[in-house]
């Protein structure tokens, strides 16, 4: 069956920077675009990054410049570098492919 299993989240004070993995198993992953979403309390999941399998990305507004998606077939892991974390990027941050969803991981920024 397809497993998503996410890992990298913490606690991170605003400005810092942490990298989420998530690694992908059951799928053909190099033939799988790849996206991250995410989820703050009282909002609803919102897409943070996509990456195809010709590795082209799509970022929302909000991390632009700021985020990084990137992924490694070699090792069916999609990774998601966060940089210049702001407190309003706390959330559970979900991995997700066609209709497969990770279990998330925690992300917290905050002094």
């Known amino acids: 069956q397809v497993q998503l299993v996410e890992s990298g989240g913490g606690l991170v004070q605003p400005g810092g920077s942490l990298q989420l993995s998530c690694a992908a198993s059951?799928?053909?992953?190099?033939?799988?675009?790849m996206a991250w979403y995410r989820q703050a309390p009282g909002k609803e999941r919102e897409l943070v990054a996509r990456?195809?399998?010709?590795?082209?990305?799509y970022y929302a507004d909000s991390v632009k410049g700021r985020f990084t998606i990137s992924r490694d077939n070699a090792k069916k892991t999609v990774y998601l570098q966060m940089n210049s974390l702001k407190p309003e990027d706390t959330a559970v941050y979900y991995c997700?492919?066609?209709?497969?969803w990770g279990q998330g991981t925690q992300v917290t920024v905050s002094s």
């Open positions: 997700m492919t066609t209709i497969y």
């Open positions: 059951g799928i053909i992953f190099s033939y799988t675009d």
């Open positions: 990456i195809t399998t010709r590795h082209s990305t």
